[in-house]
């Protein structure tokens, strides 16, 4: 699958001798939501991680929209077009909001030290510029303007995971990568975000891959799954074939919380 | 935050939110200006020297504050800017007779080469590599002023001239007072335009979370080295208005103590808060000044007050608003 938007060949990673991934194949097409499953360990947010130049795999291959990844640092990862969240919500402590949120546009912007310090017209410009983009995407996560200037650490527990989606699309990304976007959701708060993950694939053309141990949520949003166990693929597939397979019922059977994981 | 702080909090939080209003805040700029104008007339001469100096502080815990403060990079040898900025308006004048205004922005450019220099390197390490390699480069400046013959070994620099500007000879102690209350301003109105930037924002991103600053598209290493440069600038311009103002440097100017005692200005203040680096300024210079009728004991009771400043608020006496919800 040449044509993919995101495509990893033969990806191993290990540390000091223990693998954490073996010969990884994946895919994600251009505007797909898709999930990656797997028991806690398997090494699901190591291969965001490799995506995302944080690790850099022994062997094997990442090539996204053309780019080969696995030469860039994670910034210019991110300049490339991908934008992530982190399994546990990582806001910028002591800062508002919006100043979180306006981390995301660093890469898509110029100003520098000069501008600045002058005050030229087009830093204003461009700060003006942050400023309405940021807010567009508060806005489209539901984030009201009462909030946008409160300490972000502050917030309760499901706002902070959408402020911190919103910085990611203010990257302007063409792939976003949620690592356990519903964990400490209620199950109000886990609808919502169905619904703007498909929004931020059907409105703003952005494609998705989730890590995700809510398998309703998984069956909802995603058209395809892969799976995940000890570091391998081990299933590829649509909900319907990923129910049914052996070797995926067989490797949360191992889990003891396999009942709760795994209750298509 | 502890209970302790609570009162003293309230009061600073309503001051400041005084300042809130335009006109409340132009008017309290408006009366530091105009203090800041009557001092040398109202205080005498002596007065006017200390203040002087505790301007030039200002300028260089300013500085020192993008690197330390904003950026949150642990500079041990910050003084090395400031010697760089010093020496090099020295010899240039002194040895090939360039014009101060000229020498001036070779002294900017030296800093900020030294900068890119020490800091290029070491900046793509993580953790504190940057404190001893600040430590070992100020040292590395001090030990070679003392002992090349183009800085004057340990006897320094003597009768550098005292520049024109438009036909004005800063000369007297007066003179080079109101100068460094223009480079005091000017230090505080480009900090506050860099805090508030793109540029600003990222160093405050990494300074939290180098990581997740990264994924957010941040080059780690290119912002801490504006950083580090922007530090190295502000320094050496303090550097090229000392030597101007004392017509003599010698390599004790520029010592390890020098380096230290602008870093506790700056935690002092509350590290990224420009008004508490400001106050530290002060205290660090006016501190010793004001205990003067205690004769031998007063560097001792001054440095036990800091220990007890630091102990009861780590994070410096000016508290930053809005954190407490
Ligand atoms: N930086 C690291 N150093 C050493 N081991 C790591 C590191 N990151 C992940 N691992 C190991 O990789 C394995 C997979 O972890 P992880 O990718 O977090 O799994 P998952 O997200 O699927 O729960 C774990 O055994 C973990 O200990
Ligand atoms: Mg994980």
């Known amino acids: 699958m040449s044509g993919a938007l995101l495509n990893l060949s033969g990806v191993s990673l290990a540390f000091a001798g223990n693998t954490v991934l073996q010969n990884v194949d994946f895919q994600v097409a251009e505007g797909a939501v898709v999930s990656l499953i797997g028991p806690n360990g398997a090494g699901k947010t190591s291969l965001f991680n490799c995506i995302t130049g944080f690790y850099k795999p022994q062997s094997g291959a990442i090539t996204f929209d053309g780019h080969e990844l696995l030469k860039l640092r994670p910034h210019r990862v991110t300049a490339s077009g991908i934008a992530r969240t982190f399994q546990n919500v990582r806001l910028f402590r002591e800062m508002t909001v919006m100043q979180n949120v306006m981390s995301g546009m660093h890469s898509r912007t110029r100003s520098g030290a000069i501008a600045a310090i002058l005050r030229l017209p087009s830093q204003r410009a461009e700060e003006a510029a942050i400023r309405d983009y940021c807010e567009g995407c508060l806005r489209f996560v539901g984030v009201g303007p009462e909030e946008y200037d409160r300490i972000a650490t502050t917030l309760a527990y499901g706002h902070q995971r959408r402020v911190e989606i919103a910085r990611a699309l203010a990257t302007q990304p063409k792939l976003l990568l949620l690592d356990e976007p519903a964990a400490g959701l209620n199950a109000g708060e886990k609808q919502d975000l169905i619904a703007l993950i498909r929004r931020i694939r059907d409105e703003r053309g952005i494609s998705v891959l989730l890590i995700e141990h809510d398998t309703g949520l998984v069956m909802q949003v995603s058209e395809r799954i892969s799976v995940l166990d000890h570091g391998a693929m081990i299933a590829e597939g649509t909900a319907k074939q990923i129910q049914s397979n052996p070797k995926v019922i067989e490797a949360y059977l191992g889990q003891e919380d396999a009942e709760a994981e795994l209750d298509f | ?325």
């Open chain 2, 1 to 325: 935050m502890t209970p302790r702080d609570t009162a003293s909090d309230r009061l600073r939080d309503r001051i400041a939110a005084r300042f809130e209003s335009p006109a409340l805040r132009w008017g309290g700029i408006g009366l530091i200006l105009v203090l800041m104008a009557v001092l040398p007339a109202a205080l005498g001469q002596y007065a006017t020297v200390i203040m002087t100096n505790a301007l030039l502080y200002v300028v260089l815990a300013l500085g020192l504050n993008v690197v330390v403060g904003f950026a949150g990079l642990l500079d041990l040898g910050y003084a090395a800017f400031f010697a760089v900025g010093a020496y090099t308006i020295g010899i240039l004048t002194l040895d090939f007779g360039v014009n101060f205004w000229l020498a001036l922005p070779v002294a900017v450019l030296a800093a900020a080469i030294a900068g890119v220099i020490i800091g290029g390197p070491t900046l793509r390490l993580r953790s504190d590599y940057l404190a001893i390699v600040t430590l070992g480069f100020g040292e590395i400046v001090r030990f070679s002023a003392r002992n090349l013959a183009i800085t004057g070994k340990a006897s320094g620099l003597s009768g550098i001239g005292q520049p024109w500007l438009f036909g004005w000879h800063i000369a007297t102690p007066t003179d080079f007072y109101f100068v460094f209350c223009a480079l005091a301003i000017l230090a505080v109105v480009v900090s506050l335009r860099l805090e508030n930037s793109r540029l600003g924002r990222a160093w405050l991103y990494v300074r939290h979370d180098e990581d997740v600053a990264e994924a957010m598209g941040i080059n780690r290493v290119a912002v801490k080295l504006a950083a580090y440069v922007t530090g190295a600038i502000f320094a050496a311009i303090g550097g090229a208005f000392f030597a101007a103002n004392l017509g003599a440097i010698s390599p004790e100017s520029f010592s390890f103590t020098q380096s230290v005692l602008i870093l506790m200005a700056v935690i002092l203040g509350g590290m990224g808060k420009i008004p508490g680096v400001i106050l530290g300024a002060f205290i660090v210079i006016l501190g010793p000044e004001l205990l003067r009728n205690l004769g031998e004991l007063r560097l001792m009771v001054f440095a036990v007050m800091l220990l007890l400043i630091m102990l009861f608020r780590p994070s410096g006496i000016w508290p930053k608003r809005g954190v407490r919800s």
